[in-house]
């Protein structure tokens, strides 16, 4: 058998457990230094991804809390907060709905390229999907995978 070659027959997305097989490949999927580099790899960049859109998150949270002390102002010198609160509570629904959009973008261009790095370092089921069942099934390899390689 090739190096990384999934054994025939050794898995099925029928069963909701592991067979042995599958495990003793992922566990010699582990070992090898090409695949701990590209799992690593991808540590590296999700958390670049994780960080990028934290800092967004918090650059975001700022600008409003600035809106809210200068409502406070505003309100002190006597203007009309009805209109003000609610300009700023719209300019707060239009920043979030437009963060929440971006993350939901970067994280599909994230899984995108998370499945088709493990496709091609031939981790078992990896293919470009977006099915529930073949992301839940995914995710328990890529977690038992990351544990081989730490």
Do not use: C, W
């Amino acid at each position: 058998m090739r190096e990384n070659q999934t054994p025939p027959n050794a898995f099925s997305l029928d069963s909701p457990k592991f067979s042995p097989a599958l495990l003793r490949h992922l566990a010699d999927m582990g070992e090898d230094a090409r695949v701990q580099a590209s799992i690593n790899a991808l540590r590296s960049s999700q958390r670049k991804l994780e960080v990028s859109i934290a800092e967004q998150r918090r650059i975001i949270l700022e600008r409003h809390d600035k809106a809210k002390q200068q409502s406070y102002a505003a309100e002190i010198m006597g203007k009309d907060m009805d209109e003000i609160s609610r300009k700023m509570e719209d300019n707060f629904a239009r920043d979030l709905d437009e963060l929440d959009k971006y993350i939901y973008t970067q994280l599909m261009d994230l899984l995108k390229r998370q499945q088709y790095e493990l496709e091609m370092i031939k981790a078992p089921f990896f293919r470009s999907t977006t099915d529930p069942t073949e992301l839940a099934f995914q995710k328990k390899i890529l977690e038992i995978l990351s544990d081989a390689v730490e």
